[in-house]
C-alpha cells in the first residue's frame, strides 16, 4: 500500500472540495478500478451485443460461468498470495532482487497446479454429463487459468507500487474484450455468449501477459533459489491460513444458499442461487469504498506514527517509548473511529439510492429483501479487514488466524441457520460472523498494546537457531580437585 501514500498526501494538502474528489478519485483508480472495470466492460457488451436476444439457457449458462471464474480463481490464489507476498517483501528490503524471479516462478507453479486440479475435473463433468460443447469448456477453462494468471501476477506488480499500471492493463484488455466481442458476433457470426466469453478468455490472458512482462522488465536475474521460498511456507504458515479463511468467508454464506430450494442447476454442473448472489454483490458495492478510504488514511497519516514509534524504540528513552506507542494506538482508534463513521455514511447514502433507483431496473423482490441484512454484514466486514490489517502490522499472526477463523465458521453456522428464518434475515450469517471476527480482531489488537514491549524487546534470540545434532551441555569441568589429590597419595 504504501505506493500511493506521497501521492494522496499531495493532493489533499490543498484541503478544498475539489482536491477531496480528486483524492478520493485517484485512490478508487488505485484500487478497485480493475473491478469496476470488468464488471462494466459486461455490462456494455450485454448492451451493444443484444446479449437478451440469446435462449435463457445460453444467458444462464454464461453467467454462471464467469461466476465460477471469478470466485475459483479468486479461492485458489488465496493460499499463496500473502506468503509470496511477504517473501518479495523481504527481498526487496534486504536488496535480493534476484531471489523474486525464482518466488514468481515457484508461486505460478503451485498456483497453475492446484487451479488445474480443481479445474479439469469440473470441465470434464460439465462435458460429458452436463452436455456442454467441447468449445465452450475450453474456452470457460483457459478463462479461468487466465483470471488466475492475472490475481497471481498483480500480487508482485501491488509490491512494486504499481496500482495505476494494473488498471491501465485492466483498461486495455477490457477495451480488446469488448472489439472482440463486437467483431466476433457482426463479422464472424458466432453465437453472442461464445463471443463473449471467448473475448474475456483474450481479454485474461493479454492483461497477465502485459504484468508478466512488466515483472521480467523489473526483474531482471535470477538466482535458481528456491528452496528458501518454500520454507516461507512452513515458516508463515499462519498467513496461508488467514488469508484462505478470509476469502473463504467472502463467499461460504453463498455456497450454503446453493444449496437451498432457490438454488437453480445449470447443465446438471453449475449451481447458483441468483437471488442471494445478486443481493451479496449490491451488499459488498455498497461497503467497497471502506477499501479505499482506509488505504487511503493509512497512506497518509498511519505510517508517520509507525515510523515514530519505530524509531523510538532504537535508542530513545523508555519514557519516549511510551509516548510514541500510546501515540501510534491513538491513532490506530481515531482512524478506525473514522472509518466507521465516513463509511457508515456512504452505505447509508448508496443504500437510499438502491432502494429508490434499482427496482426500476428489475432489482427488486426477493433481491431487494435480502439485501439490508447482508449490506449490514458487509459494512463490518471492511472494517473488520481493517483492523486485520492492523495486526499484520504488529506481527500478530495468530490474531489474524483467530479472526479469520471466527469469522468464517460463524459465517457459516450463521448462514445454515438463517436458511430457516424469513428472508429479511438471510444475510443474518454474514452480519453475525463479521462482527464475531471484527471482535476478535479487535480484541486482539488490544492484547497487542499491552503486550507490545514484550513483544519488541523479548522475541529475539542471541544465537542463531539451526537444526542438526544438540551440542554437549557441559560448558566447564574443573580438574584442579582430582590432581590435588592424586598428587597427596603420591
Not at 349 to 369: D, K, S
Request: aromatic share 18%.
Amino acid at each position: 500500500m504504501a505506493g500511493i501514500g506521497v501521492r494522496l498526501n499531495k493532493i489533499f494538502e490543498k484541503r478544498s472540495i475539489s482536491a477531496d474528489l480528486v483524492g478520493f478519485t485517484y485512490s478508487t483508480v488505485a484500487t478497485a478500478a480493475p473491478m469496476f472495470l470488468v464488471i462494466l466492460n459486461i455490462i456494455l457488451m450485454q448492451h451493444v451485443l443484444g446479449f437478451e436476444t440469446a435462449s435463457y439457457q445460453a444467458r444462464e449458462l454464461f453467467f454462471c460461468t464467469v461466476l465460477y471464474v471469478f470466485i475459483f480463481a479468486l479461492l485458489t490464489a488465496s493460499p499463496f498470495n500473502a506468503v509470496l507476498s511477504k517473501y518479495v517483501h523481504d527481498a526487496i528490503f534486504e536488496e535480493r532482487y534476484q531471489d523474486i524471479l525464482p518466488c514468481y516462478y515457484l508461486g505460478l507453479v503451485m498456483n497453475v497446479v492446484l487451479s488445474f486440479l480443481l479445474g479439469v475435473p469440473f470441465c470434464l463433468w460439465e462435458h460429458f454429463v452436463g452436455g456442454v460443447g467441447v468449445f465452450y469448456v475450453f474456452v470457460s477453462f483457459c478463462a479461468y487459468m487466465s483470471l488466475m494468471l492475472v490475481f497471481y501476477s498483480m500480487l508482485y506488480l501491488s509490491v512494486s507500487k504499481d496500482y495505476q499500471k494494473i488498471s491501465f492493463f485492466f483498461l486495455i484488455g477490457m477495451v480488446v474484450t469488448f472489439l472482440l466481442a463486437f467483431v466476433l458476433t457482426r463479422w464472424c457470426h458466432w453465437a453472442i455468449d461464445i463471443s463473449m466469453l471467448f473475448a474475456l478468455m483474450v481479454g485474461f490472458l493479454l492483461i497477465a501477459v502485459m504484468e508478466y512482462a512488466t515483472i521480467k522488465r523489473y526483474y531482471v536475474k535470477n538466482s535458481n533459489r528456491y528452496k528458501p521460498v518454500l520454507g516461507y511456507f512452513r515458516k508463515w504458515w499462519k498467513l496461508v491460513a488467514t488469508n484462505f479463511l478470509y476469502t473463504l468467508g467472502l463467499y461460504i454464506h453463498n455456497f450454503v444458499f446453493w444449496t437451498t430450494d432457490l438454488h437453480v442447476v445449470v447443465v446438471k454442473s453449475f449451481v447458483c442461487c441468483w437471488p442471494y448472489d445478486m443481493a451479496s454483490c449490491l451488499a459488498m458495492f455498497t461497503n467497497i469504498s471502506a477499501t479505499v478510504i482506509f488505504i487511503a488514511r493509512v497512506e497518509m497519516h498511519f505510517h508517520e506514527k509507525y515510523r515514530a514509534y519505530s524509531e523510538a524504540i532504537i535508542g530513545a528513552k523508555k519514557a519516549d517509548i511510551d509516548n510514541a506507542k500510546s501515540r501510534l494506538f491513538r491513532h490506530i482508534s481515531s482512524e478506525l473511529m473514522s472509518l466507521v463513521r465516513v463509511q457508515f455514511i456512504i452505505s447509508v447514502v448508496i443504500y437510499l439510492l438502491c432502494v429508490v433507483f434499482l427496482p426500476q431496473f428489475g432489482f427488486a423482490g426477493l433481491v431487494m429483501r435480502i439485501y439490508p441484512c447482508l449490506a449490514a454484514g458487509y459494512f463490518i466486514l471492511f472494517i473488520m479487514y481493517a483492523v486485520i490489517l492492523f495486526l499484520y502490522y504488529f506481527d500478530d499472526m495468530t490474531g489474524a488466524v483467530l479472526a479469520t477463523l471466527s469469522f468464517c465458521l460463524v459465517t457459516l453456522v450463521g448462514s445454515i441457520f438463517a436458511t430457516r428464518l424469513d428472508e429479511i434475515w438471510y444475510g443474518l450469517g454474514v452480519l453475525l460472523g463479521s462482527l464475531s471476527g471484527w471482535t476478535v480482531a479487535y480484541l486482539r489488537l488490544r492484547w497487542v498494546e499491552r503486550n507490545m514491549d514484550t513483544h519488541i524487546f523479548c522475541r529475539g534470540f542471541l544465537l542463531k537457531r539451526e537444526h542438526g545434532i544438540k551440542p554437549v551441555s557441559l560448558v566447564y569441568e574443573n580438574h584442579s580437585g582430582a590432581e590435588n589429590n592424586q598428587k597427596g597419595q603420591q
